[in-house]
């Protein structure tokens, strides 16, 4: 398909990888266009604006938040007043539910088609077409989007017609990955003050009850207190749990877990912890333990 | 070897039949004589005390909690006052750190070695001799034990030569299940408040990054809103989380989360759920939800 | 001095009625005309859009939330369009530390002063000119604003030229009286359940340390399970809550009670509460109790 | 009367003279018998044994904690063994329910009579006789220590018949105090980060709505981060959160906010705050925003 693909970070440069080897006709922007490079050497073509990406069937976005996001979007030469009608705008960009309702509206009402396609999965998955997609729109234009999302993608999961779902979706399942975090540094403070070998709790742990892959990432970098370079970015945590707040605020659900998981980020963060990953979480535990 | 084993619960009946498929010797202790008849029917002797049943190399006990663990051990007729020199209590039961302490120190002040060896499994696990088994003790014990560890378990994971590190693990481990049950129950009815397909998500998650046996345990009983009858009982998960509180509290270590789980226990228990699994966490969320 | 007053709900129809009483020359607004007609007819000019009411010297806005007051002052015939050079807009509303922040700065770049005096008290007290006001500004403007906040407060509490500072510390006092009315549900919970005389602890508490006008408004209004009609609706105490997060967050404050009210004001709102006064955290401390 | 006092901390020290100067007939009892040396100088007769106290009507223990009470009615030469039949124990301490309920069975075994007393106030308050004291337990017992009770207290205040029904209330009161200071502790970090002047914050505060001895007491220690030595120790602070807790956990009354004050305390002496005063959880609260 003729494709275009805004946002080139560390996640959109892979899928851009998974896109041109799935054969599709790429073109791809990014504010800062040197990131392009190595994908225009690939064989993508080279947009100077959003506009610019927005001459294919469908236009994938992957950009760091809720606030680039309706840049490119609503923005001066932005998706909305330059895709095609009938095109399909995917949204694979952690945002809150809030602005994939109002992306909904906005490109229905140009007659445009809008796909939440958010991922779980690192920049080397991502490069290597085996993200996890979670997929929510119309069926038709989710139909149509489907050669792309396998393109990057070893499965998609679908969520529905209201593209909002998966986002929510995407949302809880980080929630989810912020309390195994929490949990661990919790628990590993505490066996680490009483003089009790955590690795051998790690070792023991994930090989049994717990033996998923998000623990086994997490466990040791806690263990090792090995924080940087960051793999998820504590100040991303922090954002995606201020959204999973935001959603629950919305409908009246009280998240005390995801509310106890902001304030450790935040205390994190106000603890020099800006370019820490996640599972920094873990220091902090042991700071409020004395450690 | 000659061995004896106190307390016949569901997992004491399902430990008492790998011992004997073991080729133990085995006396078995309930308070209750009649819960002890499938053993005896299988070759078990009955013994009519705690005392009765020390008259070996080793005895284990397997009993609800530390007032029952205390009684057996401290009380009339009771371990510590029957236990051959140099023979071996082997505590498998789920109790405070404290009291292993106590126990550590008691056994020896009497010539006796003390094990602790705390379990994860459920009671099919149990009688198919495959828990994972915890075991922290002096050296010299705890080798002695392997064999009748060994019959129990499909694994002993070794954590040092301090009793009391292997009471800790566990609680350290139970409380790793409660937050993972909590995250699950928050999750849940934030999506099913939203008409988002918890089952779905449920799916993807226990399908990827939280592909993990306790996930596909918890899940779908709270998805599927079946609280009984219980595997784990509420009223245990409350009791060992104020053992993991407890352990933190005389380490100064605190543990946000773990308070948190105590507190949706007592919000579970004061609202009819004594008779319900750890799962029914999934209720509470879903009660103050509006659900 | 020439005022206008914009917002009459009740705590603006009472700060109206003060204005008049202090002889100022009042021109009042509210989206809903009738509600002016009680200071009408004591006075007061009738204007027909936030435009009008701005032709003095100075207007005060007493509207719901940010959003109702970014309206009247950047919508169509706002405020901000309207109002005079070196005029001033004092906003009496409890609103965000980012929107006071935007005000001051779009109403600088006008050649507008903007003055923040956000108010302690209830309606009866704003009729009577006996509110609590903290005030935030230019130094010059709010030297001008003091005959106009003297008429309707019994103090105004200066805090600094920076506005926001002003709203930062109403939202903090806002905070610390949901923080008190949690203490007094948690601890009128215990209480009735455990069968003790929870009138005899208010009575004994509010006439020694914690003899103070909030605890004595609050206290009996949750010993006699009476939350309606409101004095303080619970949808605005979840409001300001989450502004009171939502400062402490952009400035990486961890702020874990107000998390914990915040959660407990939702469980508030998702079983039945939107019509409650913030006094019925009351209710769910007991619901959570099993009462 | 004829009254025995056992317990001369700086609280006991004072009810001490308090008693000397209501004209009863006292002696005295401290572990360490140097501390009496003020109180027999001014008349008390000092005894050599808790047992030594009990021979007149009525003994007042004023000791730092459950085991300490245990010890000296329970322990050899205890209260328990020595008071007369139909004489009184006054427990003034802040201790367990679980334990007012033994006391009370205990002594009713014994034919003697137990009453809680529990006290608010600090030590110069206790020497000018002004405590404010709850009392509890049967009717005639409670009637016959009121000329003691009165030489101590500016007021005693009732709480019916069950003894401890005062030490819940006690514990209840001293639980708001922790919450008062958690909630000035959070507010004044989050201005000070924010750069508004916290002590114009809380004179404001302090002056209106919250104008309550407690908050005058605790305000100014934080904002001028004054936190030794100790009026009221953090380590007491963090027990007597325990207390409470426990009296929640045994009747499941969920207290998140205790737990959360519970937290923070076992953090403050976890950090080097074991000679703090609990308005050192305004330090807390600093380091966890980065302060």
Known sequence: MKVGLIGLGLMGHGMGESLLR????LTVYNRTASKADALVAKGARLAKSPADACRGDLVVTMVADDAALEEVTFGAHGILENLSAGAIHVSASTISVALAERLTDEHAKAGQHFVSAPVFGRPQVAAAGQLNILAAGAADPVQRAMPVLESMGQKVWPFGERPSAANLVKLSGNFMIFAAVEALAESI???RKAGVDEHAFVD??????FAAPIYKIY???ITKQQYRPPGFAAPLGAKDTRLALAAGES???PLPLASLVRDKF????????????IAALGKVAAEQAGM
């Open 22 to 25: 799935g054969g599709h006709e």
């Open 189 to 191: 403070a505490l066996l």
């Open 204 to 209: 023991m742990m994930t090989n049994t009850l």
């Open 219 to 221: 466990a040791p970098l």
């Open 251 to 253: 409908l009246n659900v």
């Open 266 to 277: 935040l205390a994190l963060l106000a603890r020099g912890g800006e370019g820490d990953d």
